[in-house]
């Protein structure tokens, strides 16, 4: 067998070899720019460049990590680092260079993930007929998510006019939205959907779920997590009732923990801790850094432990479990999911007690204190019988263990036909993978014949 066929996903169409050629021939022209332009000097460039970002990154951590001068004095350290590494490259006349270099190397990454991207449709979720159509279609409401957006894009009226009945979430009075949603499918509504945020439309999504029927997601909410990874238009929610009148059904995985339904993720430790501080809500940056140097040097919260299947995390300062695993186009590999239908939970669990630690976290997933796993059941213990967790954004305290598992399919969710669409998933680069993918050696070993 060839190395090309060993590899997955290596064949390679023609777009994607010249996309890894051009990528390759990037990345030797960065490193020639610095060569013939720095010399020798370039050695002490990277130098520079290397001991520039580890400062900084044990600076940010000092800063977290710490209160009083010290917390004042690194974050001076890591505004003022890279100003310094900036100024020694103008003196030297190689900022330019250092520039340049860099430009090509990003471009270089760029072509680079382009070209192990593959095949776009293995990033969509399959899509299925809308059928049969919904004869009484029922949606809930919050006007008061997402800064009123229920108003200012008047849902209400809109979805009325398309046959749906609207139930609006009102007054002082606190409203059990599963409750309201399984009233109206005991009076026959064949189609459930929310207006609201991840929180709402984890709850609701779980009675939908529960009756087998489909589910309508609105971006009506803050952020909209859920909705991005959905691929719905978040800057107009009312783009997404076009599920009622022209739309198709994906089958959606959903995230159980202790019996409740999650949409997009559960978050245990320093985050969750953050969070359920009354303090919080009112003034969330000052709150969160007056708890982080306790949380980060285990001076508060509880103590965790997580096992799945044969492998156990302990003592994670921050722990998220992912209905799907999260993409790698970060540190720690948090950014959104192409797909809701692998079947798995993602998990992350990160523990950063010291500088060095928090150095380490350069190596990315690779770093000592990164665990990154998938699993279809995670059990979370602690030397607590109560622990925070944040649950789709909401702060919740729960009896440990707690246990978090999938249910594939278990969700039919209806989206536009027209829609934004999923953003394809950035591939993490693999220099060798590229170089075969690019042919080069099949070029050599066709010369040497």
């Known amino acids: 067998m060839s190395v090309e066929a060993a590899v997955p996903g290596s064949q390679s169409t023609g777009k994607s070899r010249w996309l890894a050629r051009l990528s390759l021939a990037l990345a030797g022209l960065a490193v020639v720019i610095l060569v013939i332009f720095a010399g020798l000097a370039s050695l002490a460039m990277l130098a520079v460049a290397v001991a520039a970002a580890v400062v900084s990154l044990a600076a940010a951590y000092v800063f977290l990590a710490r209160r009083g001068v010290l917390r004042w004095l690194a974050l001076a350290v890591f505004v003022l680092v ?3 590494v900036i100024v020694v490259y103008a003196f030297r006349n190689l900022l330019w260079v250092a520039i340049t270099a860099a430009a090509a ?16 449709e293995d990033w969509r979720m399959p899509e299925h007929p809308a059928q049969p159509p919904a004869r009484r279609p029922y949606l809930i409401m919050n006007p008061k998510s997402g800064d009123g957006k229920v108003g200012k894009f008047d849902l209400k009226r809109k979805a009325e006019a398309l046959g749906a009945e609207v139930f609006l979430l009102g007054g002082p009075e606190h409203v059990d939205v599963a409750a309201v949603a399984r009233k109206a499918v005991t009076e026959g509504a064949d189609l459930l959907g929310v ?31 859920f909705a991005l990874d959905l691929g719905l238009n978040r800057e107009n929610p009312s783009a997404c009732l076009g599920a009622l009148s022209d739309g198709v059904e994906l089958r959606v995985d959903l995230g159980r923990i202790n019996g409740q339904v999650f949409v997009n993720n559960a978050s ?9 501080t009354p303090a919080y809500r009112d003034d969330k940056l000052n709150t969160t850094l007056n708890l982080l140097p306790d949380l980060l040097q285990g001076q508060r919260g509880v103590r965790l432990s997580a096992r799945a299947d044969d492998t156990e995390i302990r003592s994670p300062q921050a722990l998220l479990v992912a209905n799907n695993p999260y993409g790698t186009g970060d540190i720690a590999g948090l950014s959104r999911r192409a797909r809701l239908d692998a079947g798995v939970l993602g998990v992350i669990g990160v523990k950063v007690r010291n500088v060095q630690q928090a150095i380490d976290l350069l190596r990315g997933r690779r770093a000592v204190g990164v665990r990154v796993l998938c699993t279809k059941k995670i059990e ?33 969710v209806w989206v536009p036909r027209d829609r934004p669409g999923v953003v394809p998933p950035k591939p993490p680069i693999n220099w060798a993978r590229l170089w075969h993918l690019a042919g080069i050696h099949r070029k050599r070993a066709e010369v040497a014949a």
């Open 380 to 412: 979370i213990t602690a030397d607590a019988p109560q622990i925070p967790v944040g649950v789709d954004g909401e702060a919740l305290s729960m009896s440990t263990p707690v246990v978090c598992t999938i249910s594939p399919g278990a969700l039919r």
């Open 195 to 225: 207006a609201g945020g991840d929180g709402t439309q984890a709850l609701v999504a779980g009675i939908a779920a529960e009756h087998g029927i489909p589910f309508v997601v609105i971006s009506a909410g803050t952020r909209n997590h």
């Open 105 to 120: 190397w990003l471009l270089a990454g760029t072509t680079a993930r382009l070209a192990l991207a593959g095949n776009q």
């Open 268 to 276: 245990f430790g320093a985050y969750a801790e953050v969070v359920e």
């Open 82 to 84: 890279p100003i310094a």
